[in-house]
């Protein structure tokens, strides 16, 4: 049986041995599956290790999330470094030798979350570990400010790792980021450390060995601040006062005049403020571009975003193990006729499901990469083109940004 999903030509169709299984184009009998690069995915998450909210319920299952996203065309992943920890852990994960042989080829950023950005301080901070203290993290931009001894030798460290992976020539490092400002979560780190550490950040990147190198950017209910330090780059200014010591660290002299390469490309990814907002970051820079997933179409002002934003500008992900699709979403009505490929357990599951079913199995409320194809159907169906049109356009987009896929894998 076959159906076309909504209106954009998607075909769902299940056949012998093949789930759901959604086809970019069809000829002469010989199904050929769409393409993606996923260019948010969290792998480093402990909810990958069968860790949740600090609590052990399954053993790693990476293998079989990645085999689930190249059976679906995931056919490359931008693995997200968030703090200094996990962005080693992410160039790690994409060197694996035992992960190599997935199908989906494994890319990595390098950069400190505006959640994390209490590691300039010192703090124990990752993605996982909020401080839940809003008065600690407002005290610790001032004590950063006063006292920036600890913050450079962090920043040393960015730039050492940056520098070390460049000098390696490793194709798989994609982007600086993910780096950023988030007002919507203050408990993991305040507005002032936020601000401070985004910019000395993006000076950082405008110091390394290769001042091209994409970024990878976040930005969640702070457009106007957010779009404000970004042109401040974009036009380009001097520093007079260099506070945390950004030029012994780059070996370069006083006073340091920062301005982005003119053909340096950024993606604001998982992008979910309003037209107002898109235009204003579209309007940064032609090359400017915009990342959506799950969390980026749920409302009927995202989805108003989706129909807006210019297909090739446009980049595609799942912010794993976030951001997926849900029912309640203004985005669902969009996957009319698709079936999901794999069943879901709950977490405290998982274990119990037989070595053979491990495959066809995901856990309940953890987004995958696998899940990429929904995101391409309802952006599809929104803008009322076809899916292989947006696949291979917004593929091309990816490979642009981010880099191609290596032949040799």
Not at 61 to 74: M, N, T
Not at 113 to 133: G, W, Y
Not at 310 to 319: K, Q, S, V
Request: aromatic share 8%; proline share 4%; glycine share 8%.
């Amino acid at each position: 049986m076959v159906r076309w999903c909504a209106r954009a030509g998607v075909i769902c169709q299940r056949a012998a041995g093949v789930a759901g299984e959604v086809i970019c184009e069809k000829r002469y009998g010989v199904r050929r599956m769409c393409s993606y690069y996923d260019i948010g995915l969290n792998l480093t998450d402990p909810m990958y290790r069968g860790v949740y909210n600090g609590k052990q319920y399954h053993e790693s299952d990476v293998k079989e999330v990645l085999a689930r996203a190249s059976e679906r065309g995931v056919k490359c992943a931008l693995l997200t470094g968030s703090s200094l920890v996990e962005s080693r852990d992410a160039v790690e994960l994409a060197h694996s030798d035992e992960l190599s042989g997935s199908g989906t080829q494994l890319k990595y950023t390098v950069g400190v979350h505006p959640c994390c950005v209490n590691e300039f301080a010192n703090q124990d901070a990752t993605i996982d570990n909020p401080s839940h203290d809003e008065a600690l993290n407002q005290a610790l931009g001032r004590k950063v400010w006063e006292n920036p001894q600890q913050s450079h030798l962090k920043l040393r460290e960015l730039y050492d790792l940056i520098e070390e992976r460049l000098a390696s020539k490793d194709a798989r490092f994609g982007a600086v980021g993910e780096i950023g400002l988030d007002y919507d979560r203050f408990y993991y780190s305040g507005k002032e450390m936020q601000r401070i550490f985004f910019e000395e950040q993006l000076k950082l990147s405008c110091l390394i060995s290769n001042p091209k190198m994409p970024l990878f950017l976040h930005m969640r209910n702070c457009c106007d601040d957010f779009v404000a330090i970004m042109k401040k780059f974009i036009d380009g200014f001097q520093d007079e006062e260099d506070r945390f010591g950004l030029a012994s660290i780059a070996g370069v002299e006083r006073p340091v005049f920062y301005k982005f390469d003119p053909e340096r490309m950024f993606v604001t990814h998982s992008f979910t403020g309003s037209v107002g907002d898109l235009e204003k970051i579209l309007a940064l820079s032609p090359h400017s571009y915009i990342g959506m997933n799950g969390c980026s179409l749920k409302s009927e002002e995202n989805i108003d975003c989706a129909e807006a934003v210019p297909i090739e500008r446009l980049l595609l992900e799942t912010d794993a193990p976030w951001c997926d699709i849900r029912r309640t979403h203004s985005s669902f009505r969009f996957l009319t006729g698709y079936e999901p490929p794999y069943r879901s357990v709950k977490r405290d599951k998982l274990s119990k499901v037989s070595q053979d079913d491990r495959l066809k199995t995901m856990v309940k409320g953890r987004n995958e990469p696998c899940t990429m194809e929904q995101v391409a159907i309802v952006v599809a169906n929104v803008k009322n083109i076809p899916l292989k049109h947006l696949v291979e356009t917004v593929w091309d987009n990816s490979c642009r940004v981010y880099g191609g896929v290596s032949t040799s894998g």
